[in-house]
T-cell receptor
Framework: KQEVTQIPAALSVPEGENLVLNCSFT??????LQWFRQDPGKGLTSLLL?????REQTSGRLNASLDKSSGRSTLYIAASQPGDSATYLC????????????FGTGTRLQVTL | DTEVTQTPKHLVMGMTNKKSLKCEQHMGHRAMYWYKQKAKKPPELMFVYSYEKLSINESVPSRFSPECPNSSLLNLHLHALQPEDSALYLCASSQVDMGFSYNEQFFGPGTRLTVL
């Protein structure tokens, strides 16, 4: 059974810092991995999708990497801003025909002024 | 347009009420999902519809009844709920390739449900 863990559970950084969020999964046989952002009481916003054949994906100040063999993904946020404050979730899909995502436990990020 | 819409935004209901949650997308996605999310927890999958047919039911109690009237709409009918069913209910959708390969999921804003 796939288990997805995110460390740290919570993180507070001052504005302008670069930061890394971690996601670990126990079964390396994944099809893709998706990073989401969730603001309190709101839905999930898809940030990046990495296919198993890819090493990284970039969107603006966000860069996600994937090391499938070691069961790890990182989300790098450059020059953090208060508006980046949210909970960040990673989720893995076991195979292309698997509709189910297995979610991580989330990292709650606060960027302070 | 990468938007999934959900109505209502908030719902308060008694344990004897019958209500419905609605979800709509116009991205041409052929897979739609219902999730339940409790505070400070990740979303938990409830149901998956693929090409308007129920493909996954994660052992959800029968007081939750999903319906997919067409490829753009997804409903969740609620009846005789319990207070512990209070949660944020999220709808999502994704493309499905001809080889039944599921792609990136897009989520709606959710319905905050309170059962009294």
């Amino acid at each position: 059974k796939q288990e997805v863990t995110q460390i740290p559970a919570a993180l507070s950084v001052p504005e302008g810092e670069n930061l890394v969020l971690n996601c670990s999964f126990t079964d390396s046989a994944i099809y893709n991995l998706q990073w989401f952002r969730q603001d309190p009481g709101k839905g999930l916003t898809s940030l990046l999708l990495i296919q198993s054949s890819q090493r990284e994906q970039t969107s603006g100040r966000l860069n996600a990497s994937l090391d499938k063999s070691s069961g790890r993904s990182t989300l790098y946020i450059a020059a953090s801003q208060p508006g980046d404050s949210a909970t960040y979730l990673c989720a893995v899909r076991r195979s292309g025909t698997a509709s189910k995502l297995t979610f991580g436990t989330g990292t709650r990020l606060q960027v302070t002024l | 347009d990468t938007e999934v819409t959900q109505t209502p935004k908030h719902l308060v209901m008694g344990m004897t009420n019958k209500k419905s949650l609605k979800c709509e997308q116009h991205m041409g996605h052929r897979a739609m999902y219902w999730y339940k999310q409790k505070a400070k927890k990740p979303p938990e999958l409830m149901f998956v519809y693929s090409y308007e047919k129920l493909s996954i039911n994660e052992s959800v109690p029968s007081r939750f009844s999903p319906e997919c009237p067409n490829s753009s709409l997804l409903n969740l009918h609620l009846h005789a709920l319990q207070p512990e069913d209070s949660a944020l209910y999220l709808c999502a959708s994704s493309q499905v390739d001809m080889g039944f390969s599921y792609n990136e999921q897009f989520f709606g804003p959710g319905t905050r449900l309170t059962v009294l």
